[in-house]
């Protein structure tokens, strides 16, 4: 795993000289401590930060083709590099390296950017074919890897993470705040590609290629996988799709353990973990290698805390396990975390994600997770209450508006996370919505009518014009992010359409995005077995009631395939998620940091938001009148971005109004 950072420019256009090239690339040190590389051709830059993995003595980047007309830089794994380097040697080209990045330039060779299809693995990579004068940038299919560029009129930029283009200066780099970004990041707590929250900085969605052009200073960028997501298998038996899965994951679980560096894995409790370190263990014992090295993390919340089941898992499956607890003090992280997410990312899980990362680094360089499992499987509870409503949709239209109206109303609302009331009050309020808007409300942090609410006057009319601005107003609409997954798959069931709309939003756009950046915070590579292309190929080809199915419950077809690695506890357990028990620590431990920064006057003058909405949801929440954990955790996650040290030197501009960032709060209050 590594940092990638360059640029391209045309003959008119402004060079990115050796000494931007290198503080770009220098930013992303915590990606690639073992080495640096920097390559000067002409229009283009190519700078890498190296975290050895494979052939750790050499494949050094960025990295060429035997005549030095192709060079790379190449952030990820290309887990089946073995097979391509034999057919590219038996074709004649000659490599010189024993890693995975020396088949990218060589297969560009054969085959330009149809490359992509070939690979299986993570990754994100930059091609300069300087015979064409292009610059190619290539994503993988679900979006394990980040990638971010700014196209200007004569030069694209990109890089690994947002903070390398922010070394350089704001004339060079506007810190223009996007309104549309903004209002979506409320929405769901991440900022969907390909948007980022600064204009002018986009995300290469996953699964496609841009190419910049230095003739011209144009860019195409276009997809190159999709799979059919209407398409689903009816002549295949329950245990014939049983079968042919396990068959998938331990091929994915085999080929993602190839290591030259320790290796070891997450471990939750969960299904999806437990299944990817049983695999793991097989294939150790097969091979007469030494017991998995496992890590967990918990909290002294029951409610939250897994550890339990970590151990048993651990037990059952013969590991070397070794596990943390986050308590309320990991809240002097989260300056820290703002600077890691080069966004505001107000998913809780960042905290013990990133805690277990750190210290997971201390024992192995390269983990293992269960990440994808609830997407592919339809593990989520969103999910069944999909379904529950979707039998609900049978009952005449005159009960349904009882049930979402009067009904829901009446039922008090709970002050607690993770209550029964609760989930029945958000169920009935749904039910008279489309099936698209009824899953986005469950996915959001704020509701439109909450974030109309909160939204001060100037920043209500900046979204409004950024709107207009659009070729289709409608796009702005958030709702629109999860409408496309359902619109892919219009012709399965609505629980399969919302399992697409994940795959195309939530995982890319939050899942993935946390683990990795977390993870490389603290220079620890994570894989995904889960999210090897095949298994995902096949998993939405199943029907969803291999996906729901007595006696299994969710997951069943995952469940069946791995059975024998799964203790009967964990295989019958409800899914617990990876929370974090913000509702409480904001009224107890944390109540008087929360005040600090939400309360703070600089804070409140930002003019972004009501302060007096602001004020009622903190005190709603420390009252115990309602539960607005997630809703304020946003908005903290939000002020300490505005706050980091690379955007309060510059003040944040935004049509009608200027936010100025600078500190508001001591960082020794936080520390």
């Given at each position: 795993?590594?940092g990638?950072?360059?640029?391209?420019?045309?003959?008119?256009?402004?060079?990115?000289?050796?000494?931007?090239?290198a503080?770009?690339?220098?930013?992303?040190?915590h990606?690639?401590?073992?080495?640096?590389?920097?390559?000067?051709e002409?229009?283009?830059?190519?700078?890498?930060?190296?975290?050895?993995?494979?052939?750790?003595?050499?494949?050094?980047?960025?990295?060429?083709?035997?005549?030095?007309?192709i060079?790379?830089?190449?952030n990820g794994?290309?887990?089946?590099?073995?097979?391509?380097?034999?057919?590219?040697?038996?074709?004649?080209?000659?490599?010189?390296?024993?890693g995975?990045?020396?088949?990218?330039?060589?297969?560009?060779?054969?085959?330009?950017?149809?490359?992509?299809?070939?690979?299986?693995?993570?990754?994100?990579?930059?091609?300069w074919?300087?015979?064409?004068?292009?610059?190619?940038?290539?994503?993988?299919r679900?979006?394990?890897?980040?990638?971010?560029?700014?196209h200007e009129?004569?030069?694209?930029?990109?890089?690994?993470?947002?903070?390398?283009?922010?070394?350089?200066?704001?004339?060079?780099?506007p810190r223009?705040?996007?309104?549309?970004?903004l209002?979506?990041?409320?929405?769901?707590?991440?900022?969907?590609?390909?948007?980022?929250?600064?204009?002018?900085?986009?995300?290469?969605?996953?699964?496609?290629?841009?190419?910049?052009?230095?003739?011209?200073?144009?860019?195409?960028?276009?997809?190159?996988?999709?799979?059919?997501?209407?398409?689903?298998?009816?002549?295949?038996?329950?245990?014939?799709?049983?079968?042919?899965?396990?068959?998938l994951?331990?091929?994915?679980?085999?080929?993602?353990?190839?290591?030259?560096?320790?290796?070891?894995?997450?471990?939750?409790?969960?299904?999806?973990?437990?299944?990817?370190?049983?695999l793991?263990?097989?294939?150790?014992?097969?091979?007469?290698?030494?017991?998995?090295?496992?890590?967990?993390?918990?909290?002294?919340?029951?409610?939250?805390?897994?550890?339990?089941?970590?151990?048993?898992?651990a037990?059952?499956?013969?590991?070397?396990?070794?596990?943390?607890?986050?308590?309320?003090?990991a809240?002097?992280?989260?300056?820290?975390?703002?600077?890691?997410?080069?966004?505001?990312?107000?998913?809780?899980?960042?905290?013990?994600?990133?805690?277990?990362?750190?210290?997971?680094?201390?024992?192995?360089?390269?983990?293992?997770?269960?990440?994808?499992?609830?997407?592919?499987?339809?593990g989520?509870?969103?999910y069944?209450a999909?379904?529950?409503t979707?039998?609900?949709?049978?009952?005449?239209?005159?009960?349904?508006?009882?049930?979402?109206?009067?009904?829901?109303?009446?039922l008090?609302?709970?002050?607690?996370?993770?209550?029964?009331?609760?989930?029945?009050?958000?169920?009935?309020?749904?039910?008279?919505?489309?099936?698209?808007?009824?899953?986005?409300?469950?996915c959001s942090?704020?509701?439109?009518?909450?974030?109309?609410?909160?939204?001060?006057?100037?920043?209500?009319?900046?979204?409004?014009?950024?709107?207009?601005?659009?070729?289709?107003p409608?796009?702005?609409?958030?709702?629109?992010?999860?409408?496309?997954?359902?619109?892919?798959?219009?012709?399965r069931?609505?629980?399969?359409?919302?399992?697409?709309?994940?795959?195309?939003?939530?995982?890319p756009?939050?899942?993935?995005?946390?683990?990795?950046?977390?993870?490389?915070?603290?220079s620890?590579?994570?894989?995904?077995?889960?999210?090897?292309?095949?298994?995902?190929?096949?998993?939405l080809?199943?029907?969803?009631?291999?996906?729901?199915r007595?006696p299994?419950?969710?997951?069943?077809?995952f469940?069946?395939?791995?059975?024998?690695?799964?203790?009967?506890?964990?295989?019958?357990?409800?899914?617990?998620?990876?929370?974090?028990?913000?509702?409480r620590?904001?009224?107890?431990?944390?109540?008087d940091?929360?005040?600090?920064?939400?309360?703070d006057?600089?804070?409140?003058?930002?003019?972004?938001?009501?302060?007096?909405?602001?004020?009622?949801?903190?005190?709603?929440?420390?009252?115990?009148?309602?539960?607005?954990?997630?809703?304020?955790?946003?908005?903290?996650?939000?002020?300490?971005?505005?706050?980091?040290?690379d955007?309060?030197s510059?003040?944040?501009?935004?049509?009608?109004?200027?936010?100025?960032?600078?500190?508001?709060?001591?960082?020794?209050?936080?520390?």
């Amino acid at each position: 795993m590594c940092g990638i950072v360059g640029a391209s420019w045309t003959e008119n256009g402004p060079p990115l000289d050796l000494e931007r090239l290198a503080a770009m690339t220098d930013r992303l040190t915590h990606r690639g401590p073992d080495e640096r590389g920097v390559r000067l051709e002409p229009l283009c830059a190519l700078g890498f930060r190296r975290l050895a993995i494979l052939d750790v003595a050499g494949a050094h980047q960025p990295m060429s083709n035997e005549d030095g007309s192709i060079w790379v830089v190449f952030n990820g794994e290309i887990y089946n590099f073995s097979e391509l380097r034999r057919r590219l040697e038996a074709t004649g080209h000659v490599l010189r390296t024993r890693g995975d990045t020396e088949v990218l330039p060589h297969l560009y060779e054969d085959l330009g950017v149809n490359l992509f299809a070939e690979l299986r693995g993570m990754f994100a990579l930059a091609i300069w074919d300087g015979r064409r004068r292009k610059l190619i940038l290539g994503r993988d299919r679900l979006g394990q890897k980040p990638l971010v560029y700014r196209h200007e009129p004569e030069r694209l930029l990109f890089a690994s993470e947002i903070k390398a283009l922010l070394t350089l200066d704001h004339t060079t780099l506007p810190r223009d705040l996007d309104p549309i970004a903004l209002d979506r990041y409320l929405t769901y707590g991440y900022v969907p590609a390909p948007a980022t929250m600064l204009k002018g900085v986009r995300k290469l969605p996953a699964a496609h290629v841009l190419e910049f052009d230095a003739r011209t200073g144009r860019v195409r960028a276009q997809r190159y996988w999709e799979p059919d997501w209407n398409h689903e298998q009816t002549n295949l038996s329950f245990p014939q799709a049983r079968d042919r899965l396990r068959g998938l994951l331990e091929e994915a679980v085999r080929e993602q353990m190839i290591s030259e560096v320790p290796l070891g894995a997450f471990l939750s409790g969960g299904v999806d973990s437990t299944a990817i370190v049983g695999l793991m263990s097989r294939h150790q014992r097969a091979t007469g290698g030494p017991p998995v090295r496992t890590f967990s993390i918990g909290f002294d919340d029951p409610a939250f805390d897994e550890r339990r089941y970590a151990r048993e898992a651990a037990e059952f499956l013969g590991t070397e396990h070794r596990e943390f607890l986050v308590e309320p003090h990991a809240w002097q992280l989260l300056p820290e975390l703002a600077a890691t997410f080069d966004e505001p990312f107000a998913d809780s899980s960042a905290l013990p994600t990133y805690v277990l990362s750190r210290e997971t680094r201390r024992f192995v360089t390269v983990a293992l997770a269960g990440d994808a499992g609830d997407e592919l499987f339809q593990g989520y509870d969103r999910y069944r209450a999909l379904a529950l409503t979707l039998a609900l949709d049978r009952l005449p239209e005159g009960v349904r508006r009882v049930l979402a109206g009067p009904l829901a109303r009446i039922l008090p609302a709970s002050a607690r996370a993770k209550t029964r009331l609760r989930k029945v009050k958000r169920l009935l309020e749904a039910i008279a919505d489309p099936v698209p808007v009824r899953y986005a409300r469950w996915c959001s942090i704020f509701q439109e009518s909450d974030r109309a609410a909160l939204y001060h006057d100037e920043a209500l009319e900046a979204l409004a014009q950024a709107s207009r601005e659009l070729d289709e107003p409608d796009e702005a609409d958030p709702v629109q992010v999860l409408a496309r997954g359902f619109d892919a798959a219009n012709a399965r069931d609505p629980l399969t359409g919302a399992m697409v709309a994940d795959l195309l939003a939530y995982l890319p756009g939050d899942l993935l995005v946390k683990v990795d950046l977390a993870s490389m915070a603290h220079s620890l590579e994570c894989r995904a077995p889960l999210l090897d292309h095949r298994v995902v190929e096949f998993a939405l080809s199943l029907p969803t009631r291999f996906k729901r199915r007595r006696p299994w419950g969710a997951k069943a077809v995952f469940k069946a395939s791995c059975a024998d690695l799964l203790p009967a506890s964990i295989r019958s357990r409800s899914k617990m998620g990876f929370g974090v028990p913000i509702d409480r620590w904001f009224r107890g431990p944390l109540a008087d940091e929360l005040q600090a920064i939400l309360l703070d006057p600089s804070s409140l003058n930002r003019r972004l938001f009501q302060p007096q909405a602001v004020k009622r949801l903190v005190n709603d929440h420390l009252a115990g009148r309602a539960d607005h954990a997630y809703r304020l955790w946003a908005l903290i996650m939000l002020e300490l971005w505005f706050r980091r040290d690379d955007m309060a030197s510059h003040p944040l501009q935004m049509p009608c109004l200027q936010v100025q960032s600078q500190p508001a709060v001591s960082p020794a209050r936080l520390q």
